[in-house]
């Protein structure tokens, strides 16, 4: 069982001996997960993929969701979970529970900060889906309450996980890109018939298309902005200072339903707040930019659009290429990606089989992202160790959600960030996956 006290010692950064391996087998990590919809119910199939973990309570105000779960575990061959339902409030009495060391929430996005906050003094450690946060309030409430509680807390951005974006920041701390200066993102996915993401069938809104119907901002820049803090050395060195966001008219979501439902169904004459491409420019303190996209409600294949460029190189994920100055073949021109994965391929992406049972932990979701970054989280909580990422990272990436709303709002109205190190962005050394090789 892990303790609070011992929580504290791991966020505070004291030194915090890791458990010999056989010490280890005897310290399961104890779990919960407050919503088993969509994402729930896949973070469950992850934490069911290790053997030491063990989840011992399921929470959601939908009986049924919570009884699907109930049969994931039993189809693992797992003991049965307590199951807390029919309430919004029903979480609390989970939290209540002594035997429950991690929880996970993948609830809407308006919940996520009451449900870690609470979490969180309950003295739980805790793995919010992303956004963690939707107002610079909330952003503020989860990082006082991770101090005075001591439990950690960590929002859940798997695209920092991924195998290419680990290459990448491996060639990028070896100085292969020279020093970076420039990096372009997206968050390029249709979701307006991908249902029940947006809508259901008859265009009724979800608690997402709700978001869409009364606000205008980047609803969702975590997974565009997860690599990109670690490839520019964001809270180690440089921060963000300013953003300024702009948005096009709002037409996609109108123009699907007079296709699918007809000009004068309800969904296709109600009026979105929401603009069809947002394109946000992140100024650092540094001097670097970053240029940001969200486009989420025009038909179009999903692209994350990253490319990153220094004085001696770019990468385009897009492209899947990279051009080096001075190493590439060609002068000016684009070579494969490929060959550069294979030879700075990160540590976390060698197979990791379990020795007990030879199973892969890596194997499915996302190509292998989400049991990666599930088991990394849980790893830290077990060994008592700093979080693989911090919660200052995840907070700056959330709170892009208010601040480019403010932006578009007030015009292209440049908006401070604020500085959820303290300043210690100045004195940090890097820690995001710290390879041996880079
Ligand atoms: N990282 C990723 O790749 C990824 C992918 C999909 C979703 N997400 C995130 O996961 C979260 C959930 O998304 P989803 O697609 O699973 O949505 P969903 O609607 O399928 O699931 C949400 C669940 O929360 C439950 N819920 C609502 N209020 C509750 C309460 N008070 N107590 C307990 N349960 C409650 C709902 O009944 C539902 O089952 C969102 O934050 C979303 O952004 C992340």
């Known amino acids: 069982m892990v303790r609070r006290r011992e929580f504290l010692k791991a966020t505070t950064g004291a030194t915090a001996a890791a458990l010999s391996a056989s010490a280890a087998e005897d310290n399961p990590v104890r779990v919960g997960i407050i919503g088993n919809g969509n994402r729930g119910t896949s973070l469950l199939g992850r934490v069911l993929r290790i053997d030491w973990a063990h989840v011992t309570a399921l929470c959601d105000v939908r009986p049924e969701a919570s009884a699907k779960s109930q049969d994931l575990l039993q189809t693992a061959g797992r003991p049965?979970?307590?199951?807390?339902?029919?309430?919004?409030?029903?979480?609390?009495?989970?939290?209540?529970?002594?035997?429950?060391?991690?929880?996970?929430?993948?609830?809407?996005?308006?919940?996520?900060?009451?449900?870690?906050?609470?979490?969180?003094?309950a003295g739980k450690a805790v793995a919010t889906e992303v956004p963690a946060a939707q107002t610079v309030e909330d952003c503020w409430a989860l990082l006082e309450t991770r101090d005075k509680t001591g439990s950690p807390c960590m929002m859940l951005e798997n695209w920092s996980f991924r195998r290419d974006n680990l290459a990448v920041l491996n060639m990028i701390r070896l100085g292969l890109l020279g020093d970076i200066v420039h990096c372009h993102c997206a968050h390029s996915h249709d979701c307006v018939l991908h249902t029940p993401w947006y809508f259901d069938r008859k265009g009724n809104p979800t608690w997402f298309g709700g978001k869409l119907i009364d606000r205008n901002c980047d609803q969702y820049p975590t997974h565009s902005l997860g690599p990109v803090l670690s490839w520019m050395d964001i809270h180690c060195g440089d921060a963000f200072d300013n953003i300024i966001t702009v948005a096009t008219r709002s037409l996609g979501i109108n123009h699907m339903f007079a296709e699918v439902l007809g000009k004068d169904s309800a969904p296709a004459r109600r009026r979105y707040a929401q603009g069809d491409i947002v394109t946000s420019l992140i100024r650092t303190k540094r001097g670097n930019t970053i240029v940001l996209n969200n486009d989420m409600q025009l038909p179009r294949p999903y692209d994350n659009r990253w490319m990153i460029q220094g004085t001696d190189g770019v990468y385009s994920e897009e492209r899947n290429s990279i051009y080096l100055w001075r190493r590439s073949p060609q002068a000016h021109e684009w070579e494969a990606f490929p060959p550069y994965q294979d030879r700075y391929e990160h540590a976390w992406w060698k197979p990791m089989a379990d020795p007990k049972n030879g199973k892969d932990q890596l194997a499915a979701g996302h190509g292998g992202t989400d049991p990666l970054m599930i088991y990394k989280f849980l790893e830290a909580v077990r060994n008592r160790t700093p979080l693989p990422l911090s919660l200052e990272d995840g907070l700056l990436m959330s709170v892009v959600v208010p601040l480019s709303g403010q932006s578009i709002a007030g015009n292209a109205k440049a908006i401070d960030f604020p500085d959820f190190t303290r300043g210690a962005w100045k004195t940090n050394k890097p820690y995001f996956a710290l390879d041996r090789k880079a």
């Open 80 to 121: 049965k979970a307590e199951t807390y339902t029919g309430s919004p409030e029903a979480y609390k009495r989970m939290l209540d529970r002594k035997d429950l060391d991690v929880v996970i929430i993948a609830t809407p996005w308006d919940l996520h900060t009451p449900m870690a906050l609470d979490a969180m003094r």
